[in-house]
């Protein structure tokens, strides 16, 4: 999608990995190049623009050296919610006790806060026009799809609240300041379904996995009342007239892909990008996204060729199993396979005769597709938010509730009803699922980087308050942090790319994971061609373009490390999986 848009406003959403941000800044320099002021901003808690556009960023507009006209920013959420929570706490301080200020502070410390700072910054933007004036087009990168849904629900769920807010609900400080924000609320709801002015790129590969999750989107933004959008497929490969066998799969299984693309997407407007051997870092990538005649160089990393090549998952999954019990996590950038990665682990330690059960915090998971049939030893399951908010209400209404008058019942429904709920509920269906790993093996696919780290903030916070109240919280909460901050019960695997981005935001989660006490056992480089054994020269050179990064985690980055060819028929299923143990 890098045509010049009709509409001043762009939003580019899908699955993890898909291109997002690639598209985005392309999109961006194609505008600016044709003397348009470009302003292009992230959404993402992970957010890697600084890297694709070559210029450091910060939470203002930044021009970006080397193309005129194009600016770009970071939504931070810490840094919105550390201004927040001061614009909340600050004109108390030198009037309420210390104590009190404490308190206040501890109520504005959670995740929920976090994320109500960094939407409290994306509506100023897209719902104040005079904060953009400057610039003829917006594009928003955003996050994965299921922080972006959220992102994009928020609006109609806060104007919901507060328009039925009565009682003075205290969502633990939060919500103190959404009143005086409801009419940027509201405009910003507008501005989204707005098709004169806004359109939403939904971006896929042309992958199965990434084309559902793009239809899932697409239903999902129907019925919150936007359907200004088009779809950007990128990755586009084609084999030639080659006989490589991993050429003419990947060129095989992509048609099939979009041979039985759901029929909602088939029927919006549709770009393709090409698939792009050397990365997409970089102006001079990224003109080769919307600049086909352009050839593409060998300009990418040294090839490193004396890099000693990782073993395969095999290895990896026998110290694993060392352990008898306990709770193995993929983490990492959305899109690097780490839902594959856990299951064929799973799958792995079910065959051999453990109990395993297979779990998800990623609101845009496909474990169950993945595994496909069912497995002796094995219980598949997902951490469903809805199911866990209205199991949490039920609980607490049942406990706090049956001693209240009506007022009093009515004002304690009203405080569920509140968005932050399901933060809360969620993590305590996580604590549980963790904690079933004392007899078990617990495997879980977590959400990608920033929403991981959204909820390890969440838990800190949480065992904090526990630690500081000791309140009625159950068992399971209490020992989280330490059950995930203990090498003999929990085992954190980061899995990415044999790529610059996913290497980059592997090592700055490694290092978020150190300060929250966590050393992760092992990484897992996936999809890689250069294991792949192709000889297409396109794929050959992109394996080339593989070796450094492999060679930093092996030698700087990772403990130890496995690494998992780019197969040729799609890793689903206990046969498809069962082909990555090597």
């Known amino acids: 999608m890098t045509s010049a848009p009709d509409t001043r406003i762009l939003f580019f959403t899908g699955k993890g990995g898909v291109g997002k941000t690639s598209l985005s800044c392309a999109t961006g320099l194609a505008l600016a190049e044709i003397g348009k002021r470009v302003l292009i901003v992230s959404t993402d808690p992970a957010s890697n623009l600084d890297e694709v556009l070559g210029t450091p960023l910060g939470q203002a507009p930044t021009a970006i050296a080397g193309a005129p006209g194009l600016s770009a920013m970071n939504i931070d959420p810490e840094a919105s919610a550390h201004a927040y929570r001061e614009r909340m706490v600050g004109p108390y301080r030198g009037i309420l006790p210390p104590a009190a200020i404490a308190s206040m502070e501890e109520q504005f410390s959670g995740a929920c806060t976090v994320e109500i700072a960094a939407f409290d910054e994306f509506a100023k933007l897209l719902g104040d026009p005079a904060a953009t004036a400057e610039f003829d087009h917006v594009i928003f990168d955003t996050a994965p799809t299921g922080h972006t849904l959220r992102l994009l629900t928020l609006p109609s769920a806060w104007n919901d609240f507060i328009a039925s807010s009565t009682g003075g609900a205290s969502c633990l400080g939060p919500l103190a300041g959404l009143e005086k924000q409801k009419a940027l609320y509201a405009a910003t709801v507008a501005q989204l379904s707005d098709a004169a002015s806004t359109t939403i790129v939904l971006v896929a590969r042309p992958e199965t996995s990434a084309l559902r999750e793009a239809e899932r989107t697409r239903k999902e933004l129907a019925e919150l009342g936007v359907s200004n959008l088009c779809l950007a497929l990128n990755g586009v490969f084609s084999a030639g007239d080659s006989t490589d066998t991993v050429a003419l799969a990947m060129e095989r299984r992509g048609a099939e892909a979009l041979a039985a693309m759901p029929d909602g997407l088939a ?211 209490r020992q989280l942090l330490p059950r995930l901050r203990d090498p003999a019960f929990t085992r954190v695997l980061i899995v990415t790319l044999a790529e610059a981005t996913p290497v980059h935001e592997a090592e700055r989660l490694q290092q978020d994971l150190a300060r929250a006490g966590i050393i992760p056992y092992a990484w897992v480089i996936n999809q890689s061609l250069l294991a792949s054994g192709t000889e297409h020269p396109l794929l050959s050179r992109r394996g080339g373009y593989e070796r450094p990064f492999i060679g930093r985690v092996v030698e700087d980055l990772a403990k130890r490390s496995a690494l998992v060819p780019w197969q040729a028929e799609a890793p689903v299923g206990q046969i498809g999986l069962g082909r990555l143990i090597v």
Do not use: W
């Not at 060998?298 to 000693?308: E, N, Q, R, Y």
């Not at 059960?357 to 990623?362: A, E, F, G, R």
């Not at 209205?390 to 049942?398: I, K, N, P, S, T």
């Not at 004392?438 to 977590?446: A, E, G, P, Q, W």
């Open 267 to 477: 029927l919006l407007p549709c770009r393709e990008t090409p698939f792009l051997a050397g990365g997409t870092v970089g102006l001079d990538a990224l003109r080769r996204m919307f600049r086909p005649d352009i050839p593409e160089t060998d300009d990418g990393p040294a090839s490193a060729a004396d890099t000693v090549l990782p073993p395969g998952l095999a290895p990896l999954i026998d110290t694993l199993e060392s352990m008898g019990h306990g709770v193995i996590m993929t983490m990492g950038k959305g899109g690097v396979g780490k839902t594959t990665v856990a299951a064929a682990i799973a799958v792995a330690l079910a065959g051999r005769g453990h109990a395993v059960t297979l779990s998800t915090t990623d609101p845009a998971a496909h474990v169950a597709a993945t595994v496909g049939g069912r497995t002796a030893n094995l219980q598949v399951s997902r951490i469903d938010p809805e199911a866990e908010v209205q199991h949490y209400r039920d609980e607490v209404l049942a406990k706090a509730g049956g001693g209240l008058d009506t007022a009093g019942r009515a004002m304690l429904e009203e405080d569920l009803r509140s968005p932050c709920t399901e933060e809360i509920a969620v993590f305590r269906a996580f604590a549980r699922t963790v904690e079933d790993g004392k007899n078990r093996f617990v495997i879980l696919d977590t959400a990608p980087t920033g929403h991981t780290i959204l909820l390890l903030d969440a838990a800190e916070a949480y065992h904090r308050e526990v630690m500081r109240t000791q309140t009625d919280m159950p068992e399971a909460v």
